[in-house]
C-alpha cells in the first residue's frame, strides 16, 4: 500500500508540474538580458540581420525551437541576408559529402534523401528537415560543424594536439580559457550528468566539449563575407564558455549574436534563467513550452566508459 500511494503521489505532482508548465507566463516571451527587459521577435529579427554570426542554441528535442531558428532564418533572408547554415548535426568530416549533394543534379527530394542519410544516428532528421530543404531550395552553404566521435575520443584521451600541429593556437582553445571557467564547465557537466561520473572522465568530456565549440567557431569564420547563422545546442551557444568566445577572439571587430532558445522551469522571473556563475549566457532567451518527455534523462547516463565515449 505504502509503495502504491507513493505512486499515486509522484504521479500527481508530475501531473502537476507539468499543467503548471503549460500555462507558464513566460512561454512565448523574449527577454533581451541587457536591457532587461521584454522585446518582440522583430528585434531579435533586426539584431539577427545586423550580426555576421548568429547563434541558435536549441533543445535538440523540442520541436518549438526548429520552428524559431527557421523563421529568423527566413527574417534574415527577406532582409537581404544569404548566411551560410552551420550545424552541428554534421561532422566536419563530412563536408565534402555535403557540398556534393548540395550542388549535385539530382531531385531536391534525393538529395533531402541523401542529407538525412547523412545525419549522425541521435539526431530526429524530422526536426532539421525544414531548415536543410531552406538551404538547398534557396541555394545557402551548409557547413557541417561537430567533430566525429573518433576524433573527440582522441581529444579525450590525448588531449588537444590529436587536433593537428597548431590547432590549439590557430582555434584559440587556451587563449580564450581560464582556470574559472574551467571549474565553472566541470561544476555544470557533473550536474548534467546527474553526479555519475567521475571526476576524470569528466575532464575528458570537458577537453571534448572545448574542442567543439572552436571548431565550431572556426566552421562559421569560413563565412566571412556572407555571415553564417549556427544551429547548435543551447550549450555551445553561451557567450560565457560557448562558441562565442572564440568568434570574439578570433573576430572581434564582427557581430556575434546569441539566441538561447529556453524550456520554461519552475521560475517565472526571466532573471532566473539570464546570468550564470561566469555572466550574460545570451544575448535574448526565448521562452518556449518544455515538450514531454518519456524518461528522466538521468536513467540514460550509463557507464563512464560510455558516458565517455
Known amino acids: 500500500m ?27 516571451r523574449i527577454w533581451d538580458v541587457s536591457a532587461q527587459r521584454f522585446v518582440d521577435p522583430v528585434k531579435v529579427m533586426g539584431r539577427a540581420a545586423a550580426a555576421r554570426y548568429v547563434l541558435l542554441g536549441e533543445i535538440h528535442d523540442n520541436p518549438e525551437h526548429h520552428r524559431i531558428q527557421a523563421q529568423i532564418l527566413a527574417a534574415m533572408m527577406q532582409r537581404g541576408r544569404r548566411p551560410a547554415l552551420v550545424m552541428e548535426q554534421y561532422d566536419v568530416e563530412q563536408q565534402q559529402q555535403l557540398n556534393l549533394m548540395m550542388q549535385g543534379l539530382q531531385t531536391q527530394e534525393e538529395k533531402l534523401g541523401g542529407l538525412a542519410g547523412l545525419m549522425r544516428t541521435g539526431w530526429e532528421w524530422r ?33 588537444f594536439d590529436a587536433l593537428g600541429t597548431g590547432e590549439e593556437q590557430r582555434l584559440a582553445i587556451a587563449k580564450v580559457w581560464s582556470e574559472e571557467k574551467n571549474k565553472q564547465l566541470l561544476h555544470e557537466l557533473t550536474f548534467s550528468h546527474c553526479g555519475k561520473i567521475p571526476d576524470h572522465v569528466l575532464q575528458s568530456i ?10 565550431m567557431a572556426d566552421m562559421m569564420l569560413l ?48 532573471q532566473a534563467y539570464a546570468r550564470g556563475p561566469l555572466g550574460q549566457q545570451h544575448d535574448f532567451l526565448w521562452f518556449t513550452s518544455r515538450p514531454a518527455r518519456k524518461s528522466d534523462p538521468c536513467d540514460s547516463i550509463g557507464a563512464p566508459a560510455k558516458a565517455a565515449a
Not at 547563422?229 to 560565457?240: L, T
Open 2 to 28: 505504502l509503495c502504491c500511494g507513493l505512486a499515486l503521489l509522484l504521479s500527481s505532482c508530475a501531473h502537476v508540474f507539468n499543467t503548471h508548465l503549460q500555462r507558464h507566463p513566460l512561454i512565448g
Open 127 to 159: 526536426y532539421y528537415e525544414p531548415i536543410v530543404t531552406r538551404a538547398l531550395r534557396d541555394k545557402l552553404p551548409l557547413i557541417a560543424a561537430n567533430l566525429s566521435r573518433d576524433t573527440l575520443r582522441e581529444v579525450s584521451r590525448n588531449g
Open 206 to 215: 570537458a577537453k571534448a566539449q572545448r574542442a567543439r565549440d572552436a571548431m
Open 223 to 270: 563565412s566571412r563575407r556572407n555571415g553564417a547563422v549556427a544551429i547548435i545546442g543551447r550549450g555551445h551557444a553561451r557567450m560565457d564558455m560557448g562558441v562565442p568566445l572564440y568568434l570574439e577572439e578570433r573576430a572581434p571587430d564582427e557581430a556575434v549574436l546569441s539566441v538561447g532558445l529556453i524550456d520554461v522551469d519552475m521560475p517565472t522571473d526571466p
